[in-house]
């Protein structure tokens, strides 16, 4: 009799729950996905209902799997509690379980702990087929978008750019918002403070400060003073001016805590309150969900539950020993009568999974404090007192509002209205509840309004002694610029990407150069900025935000069964294809994405610089270069910064750095320079010797062509030369190029040199230019008469040679 086969993504995964499950059971991990859609093309027939076609992409791992589960009685598929983790559950069973004799089941649990995965395992249930279908439709949708949009933007801006159907909606919010800065306008506006001090009390204890709020019974909003004239006036007004209070009012403020952690709403507390980013606090969430080693007898345990969730739930026995812990520690009146219920404000959340909490509330951060690291620890602590929290009582402020008004001199008693009407606020904590725990940090440009401001005991008609009378300039600010967490609240609040999707698409617009981090701020590139701007002006339904949301809605739909996956992606891929043609003729004739600055050309004086982007990222050109190198371009290019205040600055020209090359034309030393393709050797001799040669890899000298002794069959003057391409394949080229473009992959048979052409081989720094329709057509009409080779060609030779020396 066999073992029973689990099988998890992770190795740390497998560990821990082997430990659990004991004798009769084997637990191994297939590495996170085993089979994909392929890298080398678009693998979706949109002919037939978008089928996939999938590849195996961890071959080794699946010969293992399929090993192990041939000696299984059973396979139990323990993947993540998703759609990502039942996708992969699926993708394992169609890739190891051949024979399908095996009974395969699915099992899941929200936590990685003894109770919750025996019971996992004892209710089995099958592969949600709902679930897979979403995750698929997800990976088609963003395959279709990626792979059909991408190819436009490398023509046009940059090759090795990527569009996406969520990624790029990102980088539009974070290009939107910093146009937003630009463009601020700052809005002068002015307030009144009095600094007043109770009639016979003694500075500072009964000092306090109140603001003009009303003049002659008018509530005054944020720009009624809008200059330094307007509120010299008013303080010249007030000169003479008695203060008393005219009302006071006090009561009770309840402030709630905040529900426990989702996803989104952990992103964005671990990056205010522990600088982490989304990244680093997923990375550091899967460690403690797949499990710590805590010592004792417990040993391997996962400390908290799954943490890609939308959900606020929290199961009845979390709650239960919470409510125990909080009594223990803090007391009976820390307890609300009942446990709290929190709902999900994301779009599309999915109720029945459980927020993020610690698997046990009585295993406090102090606990494990020496089996963690530093900053491991920091969220661990972190989730542990945002859930003890959410289940205590709320926080109870006394809260004070004391309005002001203002006599003239000869008065005795206020009139109705006053003249001029002040008001003070002050707010102080009565009872801390879930503040005893935990409070939560605000994003930039918020406040928080129960922040404590005492004021003194003060009655209805005290008397008040001025101590100041203080006029204020203030200017509008702009809009805060994105940071990873309000970037991420942001999309969450759209409906934008799902918890599994935040962490990798803040990563990947980074990665693609389209955002730069600067000083914990998200700020597009120009690369972003071009890249949207051209997306926004052909594609605006794909970087729609209402039609991403909608489509996200969709997928959630497919989920939970109310919709079907192929109907969803047939609605989308239509106008999708239209929208796609039409944008390809558009740009048929739109000449390559630049950026032209008021820089004017330092070489020629007559052109201006213009931003471009090259291989090794942005760089500054002249305007009047040609590729056809007439008489009148201008070759000049540079690289640059932007200094604090965003203006461009050229890189100082520096002298080539000259190396121990030597040039195989004319003798003369070669200089180490760099063009948009990234370093190259140059003769020192330029421009008596135009001589050049690339850099390979490894930082050396690519070898020159070797002679091979065979003419050209093209020209009958040139010789053929043995080249290396990009990827290091073989070709040979006539030595006439660029006045013959002949080349090919094989010399079989051609014929012996009789006499060397002394025309210079092609320079190694230049590419071979495509040869035209024309001049294929010409070549094709006078073949050269070879034997057939006796072995098949490979694949690799049949390719066009033009495409091969590109």
């Known amino acids: 009799m066999?073992?029973?086969?689990?099988?998890?993504?992770?190795?740390?995964?497998?560990?821990?729950?082997?430990?659990?499950?004991?004798?009769?059971?084997?637990?191994?991990?297939?590495?996170?996905?085993?089979?994909?859609?392929?890298?080398?093309d678009l693998a979706i027939d949109v002919e037939h209902d978008f089928e996939p076609s999938y590849e195996v992409t961890k071959q080794k791992v699946v010969s293992e799997l399929r090993q192990a589960a041939r000696s299984a009685d059973a396979i139990y598929l323990a993947t993540d509690p998703d759609r990502e983790g039942e996708a992969i559950a699926w993708h394992i069973?169609?890739?190891?379980?051949?024979?399908?004799?095996?009974?395969v089941h699915r099992v899941v649990f929200q936590e990685i702990t003894r109770n919750a995965v025996l019971q996992a395992i004892q209710t089995p249930r099958t592969i949600n087929a709902n679930l897979v279908q979403a995750q698929?439709?997800?990976?088609?949708?963003?395959?279709?978008?990626?792979?059909?949009l991408s190819p436009l933007l490398w023509d046009k801006v940059k090759r090795g750019l990527s569009a996406g159907?969520?990624?790029?909606?990102?980088v539009r919010l974070i290009v939107e918002r910093e146009r937003a800065v630009e463009a601020f306008v700052a809005v002068e506006y002015w307030t009144i403070e009095a600094d007043l001090l109770k009639e016979g009390g003694t500075a500072p204890r009964d000092a306090f400060k109140a603001t003009l709020i009303e003049r002659e019974g008018k509530k005054l909003d944020k720009f009624a003073i809008g200059n330094q004239e307007q509120a010299d006036a008013i303080v010249a007004d007030l000169a003479n001016a008695a203060y008393r209070v005219q009302k006071v009012t006090r009561k009770d403020k309840r402030r709630s805590p905040a529900p426990p952690f989702t996803t989104s709403t952990l992103q964005q507390e671990a990056g205010r309150k522990l600088g982490f980013s989304a990244k680093k606090t997923m990375t550091l969430a899967q460690r403690l969900y797949e499990g710590i080693d805590v010592g004792g007898d417990e040993g391997t345990v996962g400390l908290i539950t799954y943490m890609r969730t939308d959900s606020t739930t929290i199961s009845a026995e979390a709650q239960a020993e919470a409510r125990e812990l909080i009594a223990q520690r803090f007391g009976q009146e820390y307890l609300p009568e009942k446990p709290p219920v929190y709902r999900a404000k994301a779009k599309g959340a999915q109720e029945a999974h459980e927020a993020i909490r610690p698997t046990s509330s009585s295993r406090l951060p102090d606990d494990v404090a020496s089996k963690l690291e530093r900053d491991m620890l920091r969220l661990y602590e972190l989730i542990w007192k945002r859930f003890v929290a959410s289940q205590m009582a709320p926080a109870i402020f006394d809260s004070t509002t004391v309005d002001i008004a203002t006599l003239s001199q000869n008065q005795s008693q206020p009139t109705?209205?006053?003249?001029?009407?002040?008001?003070?606020?002050?707010?102080?904590?009565?009872?801390?509840?879930?503040?005893?725990?935990?409070?939560?940090?605000?994003d930039e440009g918020e406040e928080d309004e129960d922040s404590e401001r005492r004021l003194p005991l003060l009655a209805e008609g005290n008397g008040l002694d001025l101590l100041q009378l203080l006029p204020i300039q203030h200017f509008t600010e702009p809009p805060p610029r994105y940071t990873e967490a309000s970037l991420v609240k942001e999309l969450e609040r759209l409906g934008i990407g799902?918890?599994?999707?935040?962490?990798?698409?803040?990563?990947?617009?980074?990665?693609?150069?389209?955002?730069?981090?600067?000083?914990?701020?998200?700020?597009?590139?120009?690369?972003?900025?071009?890249?949207?701007?051209?997306?926004?002006?052909?594609f605006p339904k794909i970087v729609d935000y209402d039609f991403t949301s909608a489509l996200e809605q969709q997928l959630d739909d497919i989920a939970d069964g109310s919709k079907a996956w192929v109907p969803v992606l047939r609605d989308f891929y239509g106008p999708f294809q239209e929208t796609l043609a039409t944008a390809q003729r558009e740009m048929r004739n739109v000449k390559r994405e630049e950026i032209v600055t008021e820089l004017v050309c330092p070489k020629c004086t007559q052109g201006h610089l213009a931003i471009k982007f090259g291989r090794n990222g942005e760089f500054l050109a002249c305007t009047r270069y040609s590729k056809e190198a007439q008489a009148d371009s201008c070759d000049f290019t540079s690289d640059f910064h932007r200094n604090s205040d965003g203006q461009i600055v050229l890189a100082k020209a520096s002298a080539p750095e000259t190396s121990d090359v030597m040039c195989n034309l004319c003798g003369r030393p070669m200089v180490i320079k760099k063009s948009r393709f990234g370093p190259f050797l140059g003769c020192s001799g330029y421009p008596e010797c135009a001589n050049t040669r690339r850099i390979g890899k490894d930082g050396k000298p690519v070898p020159l062509p070797l002679p091979t002794g065979v003419a050209c069959p093209k020209c009958s003057e040139g010789e053929l030369l043995q080249r290396r391409g990009r990827f290091g394949r073989p070709f040979f080229g006539c030595s006439r190029y660029p006045k013959c473009d002949y080349v090919t992959n094989s010399l079989e048979e051609l014929a012996p040199v009789t006499t060397t052409s002394a025309e210079p081989a092609p320079p190694e720094g230049e590419v071979a230019k495509k040869p035209t329709t024309k001049q294929r057509a010409n070549t094709a009409k006078k073949p050269v008469e070879t034997k057939k080779p006796a072995a098949k060609k490979s694949a690799e030779a049949k390719k066009p040679a033009a495409k091969k020396r590109a």
């Open 2 to 40: 066999g073992d029973k086969l689990v099988i998890v993504e992770s190795p740390a995964k497998a560990k821990t729950i082997q430990k659990y499950l004991g004798r009769g059971f084997r637990v191994t991990s297939s590495m996170g996905h085993v089979r994909d859609l392929p890298k080398r």
């Open 93 to 103: 069973t169609e890739a190891v379980n051949e024979s399908q004799r095996i009974p």
């Open 416 to 442: 109705t209205p006053p003249p001029y009407l002040f008001r003070a606020t002050g707010s102080v904590l009565k009872f801390p509840g879930f503040l005893a725990v935990y409070n939560v940090s605000l």
């Open 165 to 170: 159907r969520v990624q790029s909606v990102a």
């Open 136 to 148: 698929q439709a997800r990976r088609v949708l963003d395959r279709l978008v990626g792979y059909q």
């Open 498 to 538: 799902r918890p599994s999707t935040y962490a990798s698409i803040i990563s990947t617009i980074q990665d693609r150069e389209y955002v730069s981090l600067t000083e914990k701020k998200l700020i597009p590139t120009t690369l972003g900025r071009v890249v949207t701007d051209l997306l926004v002006a052909h």
